[in-house]
């Protein structure tokens, strides 16, 4: 199934906040002089991983949207436990292995979370100055 412009807008606005903290975590490395190369792949492999995982939840709810409301939502919770186990592998994977610094991988799993965080905050702010209407 191909993402719809929704899923594909969304991935990439979380994809750009996500690589922004990434940035700014492994800048707070280099000025802490803990900077080494494991810290840029533990960011990528954390935050990317992360990304992904986001993803494939927007691809299933696409998919899942036109289902009967029972079998979309078994579908959904499928994805969202073998997601979920797919995400813990990679993450253990990245804090075991010595290519990943540790810190760099869990810290930028939780970036895209961060980055809804902020996102929804922004919204709020944009719809109150909006005298409470939203924009398309």
């Given at each position: 199934?191909?993402?719809?412009?929704?899923?594909?807008?969304?991935?990439?606005?979380?994809?750009?906040?996500?690589?922004?903290?990434?940035?700014?975590?492994?800048?707070?490395?280099?000025?802490?002089?803990?900077?080494?190369?494991?810290?840029?792949?533990?960011?990528?492999l954390?935050?990317?991983?992360?990304?992904?995982?986001?993803?494939?939840?927007?691809?299933?709810?696409?998919?899942?949207?036109?289902?009967?409301?029972?079998?979309?939502?078994?579908?959904?919770?499928l994805?969202?436990?073998?997601?979920?186990?797919?995400?813990?592998?990679v993450?253990?994977?990245?804090?075991?292995?010595?290519?990943?610094?540790?810190?760099?991988?869990?810290?930028?799993?939780?970036?895209?979370?961060?980055?809804?965080?902020?996102?929804?905050?922004?919204?709020?702010?944009?719809?109150?100055?909006?005298?409470?209407?939203?924009?398309?």
């Amino acid at each position: 199934m191909r993402p719809d412009k929704t899923v594909k807008k969304e991935t990439g606005i979380l994809l750009l906040g996500t690589l922004i903290l990434c940035g700014i975590m492994i800048g707070i490395f280099a000025l802490a002089k803990h900077f080494n190369y494991t810290v840029v792949t533990g960011a990528l492999l954390g935050g990317l991983a992360s990304v992904f995982n986001f993803f494939l939840m927007g691809l299933t709810v696409q998919n899942a949207v036109d289902k009967d409301p029972a079998e979309a939502k078994k579908k959904i919770q499928l994805s969202y436990s073998l997601r979920s186990f797919a995400l813990l592998v990679v993450l253990g994977v990245g804090v075991y292995l010595p290519y990943f610094h540790w810190l760099a991988v869990v810290l930028s799993a939780l970036f895209p979370r961060v980055t809804i965080l902020f996102r929804s905050m922004f919204l709020k702010k944009q719809d109150a100055d909006n005298g409470g209407v939203s924009e398309p």
